[in-house]
């Protein structure tokens, strides 16, 4: 290969042979739901090598909330590409990074209004930020983290993610002072209660005996919670949870750090989940749509806290750089200026209303839920367990457009056997009907 004429391979590429040379040089713990291969993206939908549409439901892992190539986005990368590509935050000032944070202060809730923040490259490292402060700031050493969670795979984010032993094989040893309680996923109670409105929030309470037995209240930093509990299941906590951990907190002098990369900036139908439960975190960790398509995470916290971190402590070469930060706001202004909020919800609530509608004639749905554009459809074996093997043929069958007749669609799966739905916020209400009618369609076929 001539790497002087880096461009000249891709002209002639077909899927098919990208995806054996795929095969022959990259690791195959990169696992792929889907066997399309991606050429070019445009608005709700992806290309592959050959020109087959898909319309994408999983938005680069809920990230392209402004869809795929938004032309503002572009124009902000090419005009900053064009200014300044990378400084570093520590040898100097850039001006996108300042805005960025300014434009998130904006819009977080509540004192994080007058916050402070730090830029990273990711969401494992936003949330392994969010933790350092906490620890730092309390000199506690615990944290307290929930079964069914992602925070991420680095290693200490790792050390709070719960969502699968998979991750974790072969690592033990990882960061100390992790105490894992069960998040409320109500519809598989992990107690075994009848319904959320009868448990008393008994999770809850977990925690609660947690303090009394495991973790020394004078001993714990922080809680850290997925507002909705996104890898695990687009799990949506029962009302109640999220203000509970909230007043633990404050009785305990402990932080909470509100894990927002999935849910955060419009996902939810909100800038931030928390806000449906009116709960305002002391930290909040954010990244995938935060860099409108580039690597790009945030950790905003309560200015005071900030201000106790001393220089140097904690930094990154490449985080906050300016042409992520530029994609960033400018993803952020299509989201306030298009009015992807309201839209995000009307769309999740038509994609909830008819697979909720569609579990009548096709049990093999067992739960819908969801906010906004996060949505899960829990598909289940007749006795009730997660249809694992069957969720894989959906979406082998969903993604194949000849078999299916019109564009195929991008789906992924979340938490042992959920569909799940994170379109770019920008799909229409036909785009999604459309969709809904062909993952149906195929779900039919599936039904046991
Ligand atoms: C809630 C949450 N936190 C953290 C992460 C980790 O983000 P990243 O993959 O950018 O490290 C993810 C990724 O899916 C996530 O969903």
């Not at 029962?238 to 999935?262: K, M, N, S, T």
């Amino acid at each position: 290969m001539d790497l002087r004429q880096p461009n000249n391979v891709a002209h002639d590429t077909t899927s098919m042979e990208l995806i054996e040379r795929d095969h022959a040089t990259v690791a195959a713990t990169i696992y792929r739901y889907s066997s399309i291969a991606f050429q070019r993206g445009e608005g709700a939908y992806l290309y592959d090598f050959e020109g087959r549409k898909y319309l994408d439901f999983v938005a680069g892992i809920a990230t392209m909330n402004v869809g795929h190539c938004h032309p503002a986005v572009v124009e902000a990368i090419c005009d900053q590409a064009r200014t300044l590509i990378h400084g570093a935050c520590h040898v100097g000032y850039m001006e996108p990074y300042v805005e960025l944070l300014e434009a998130l202060k904006a819009i977080a809730p509540g004192h994080l209004q007058d916050g402070k923040g730090i830029l990273v490259n990711s969401g494992s490292e936003a949330v392994e930020t969010g933790i350092k402060l906490a620890r730092y700031v309390t000199n506690r050493p615990m944290i307290v983290a929930f079964t069914d969670s992602f925070h991420g795979r680095a290693m200490g984010a790792l050390a709070l993610t719960a969502s699968s032993t998979l991750y974790r094989q072969r690592l033990t040893g990882l960061l100390t002072g992790v105490y894992h309680t069960p998040y409320p996923y109500c519809y598989r109670c992990p107690l075994m209660h009848e319904s959320p409105e009868t448990c008393g929030l008994a999770c809850l309470n977990l925690v609660e005996k947690a303090l009394q037995t495991v973790v020394p209240p004078e001993d714990l930093a922080g809680i850290i919670v997925e507002p909705i509990a996104g890898e695990g299941g687009y799990i949506v906590p029962p009302d109640g949870f999220l203000q509970g951990l909230r007043e633990i907190c404050d009785r305990h002098g402990a932080l909470l750090i509100a894990d927002e990369v999935q849910t955060g900036l419009g996902r939810t139908g909100k800038m931030f989940a928390m806000e449906y439960w009116g709960v305002v975190p002391d930290v909040i960790c954010l990244a995938k749509a935060l860099g409108g398509g580039l690597p790009l995470g945030a950790m905003l916290a309560r200015a005071d806290l900030v201000d106790a971190w001393p220089p140097a402590a904690q930094g990154t070469t490449f985080g906050g750089n300016p042409i992520a930060c530029r994609a960033g706001l400018a993803s952020l202004r299509v989201i306030q200026e298009e009015g992807l909020l309201a839209h995000a919800v009307e769309v999740g609530d038509t994609i909830q209303g008819r697979f909720r509608r569609a579990r009548e004639e096709l049990p093999i749905i067992g739960d819908v839920r969801g906010k906004g554009l996060l949505v899960a459809a829990e598909l289940i074996n007749a006795d009730g367990s997660p249809a694992g093997e069957i969720i894989k043929a959906v979406i082998a069958d969903c993604s194949n457009p000849t078999e299916i007749g019109t564009s195929g669609i991008v789906l992924t799966k979340c938490g042992a056997g959920a569909l799940r739905f994170a379109p770019p916020l920008i799909i229409t209400q036909e785009q999604a009907r459309k969709g809904v009618d062909t993952i149906l369609e195929v779900l039919g076929r599936h039904q046991w």
